[in-house]
C-alpha cells in the first residue's frame, strides 16, 4: 500500500511501525501485537522474513497469529514461550512517562502477557495517541461472564460508568471467551492506584492500564519519528 493512497493518520501509523521493526533481529523471539497499527508492522515484518530473516514470532490474538502465517511469518503457541526479545504493538492512548490505555481491539489480556514476557517492548503510535493524562479513551476491562454483574457493580463504586461492548448488534466475546467492559472513569490522576484496585475485584480477568510494560514508544508525527523512553 503507498503512503499517497493513505490518509494522515495511518502514514504516521505505518511510519512508527517501520523503525520499530528496524529492531528486530536476525533470532529473535518476537512478539506481535493486534489493531490498526500494529498490522503495518506485522507485514514489514513478513516483507523481512520473505528475504531472509530467521525469527520466530507469538501473537496476541487469533486474528494476529492468522494475519502473521499470512506472511509468511512462523508463530509459536504462546503458552509455550518463557520471555521475549521484542514486541511491538499499538496502543489506544499514552503519556510520554510511558504509561498506556490498550485494549481497544480486545486483545488486552494477550497483550499485557506479551508486554510482561518481553526484554523490549515497543509501543508504535500515530501523534493522535499523545495524552497529557489517560482517560480520554475509555479503558477496556474484560469481565469472566459468571462474575459479570458483581465485577460490573465494583467498577462503577470505583467511579466508572461501563457500557458493555457490543460488535454487528451482539455481546463482543474476546478469544478467551470473556466479555469487555469500556469504562469511562474521566481522565485518570493516578493510573498504578486505578490498576490495583481494578486488578483486586474478582472476575476482572484483565484491564487495559499498562503501567511499567513499556521499555520505548516510537510514535510518528507528519513527517519525523519521535521516540519516548525512560
Keep these: 500500500m503507498k503512503n499517497e493512497q493513505l490518509s494522515p493518520s495511518e502514514i504516521e501509523k505505518k511510519a512508527a511501525a517501520l ?71 499499538g496502543a489506544d492512548e499514552f503519556t510520554k512517562n510511558l504509561d498506556l490505555i490498550k485494549g ?23 501523534s493522535s495517541k499523545l495524552v497529557a493524562a489517560l482517560g480520554a479513551f475509555t479503558l477496556p476491562i474484560e469481565i469472566v461472564p459468571l462474575a459479570y454483574q458483581y465485577a460490573f457493580e465494583e467498577i462503577e463504586k470505583l467511579g466508572g460508568k461501563c457500557v458493555l461492548r457490543k460488535a454487528d448488534g451482539e455481546i463482543y466475546k474476546t478469544d478467551n471467551g470473556n466479555v469487555i467492559l469500556d469504562t469511562d472513569f474521566g481522565l485518570i490522576k493516578k493510573p498504578e492506584n486505578l490498576s490495583m484496585r481494578l486488578n483486586q475485584i474478582v472476575g476482572v480477568f484483565a484491564q487495559g492500564l499498562f503501567i511499567g510494560l513499556t521499555q520505548k514508544i516510537i510514535m510518528a508525527k507528519e513527517n519525523s519519528v519521535e521516540v519516548f523512553e525512560k
Design 19 to 89: 523503525a520499530a521493526v528496524e529492531f528486530v533481529k536476525n533470532g529473535d523471539l518476537v512478539g506481535l501485537g493486534t489493531g490498526s497499527t500494529a498490522k503495518y508492522a506485522i507485514e514489514a515484518i513478513g516483507q523481512k522474513v520473505k528475504s531472509g530473516l530467521n525469527i520466530k514470532t507469538v501473537a496476541t490474538s487469533i486474528k494476529t497469529a492468522q494475519l502473521a502465517a499470512s506472511f509468511g511469518i512462523e508463530v509459536m503457541d504462546l503458552s509455550k514461550v518463557g520471555y521475549l526479545d521484542i514486541s511491538i504493538d
Design 104 to 126: 481497544g481491539g480486545g486483545a488486552l489480556f494477550r497483550e499485557k502477557i506479551v508486554a510482561s514476557l518481553t526484554k523490549n517492548s515497543i509501543i508504535i503510535a500515530d
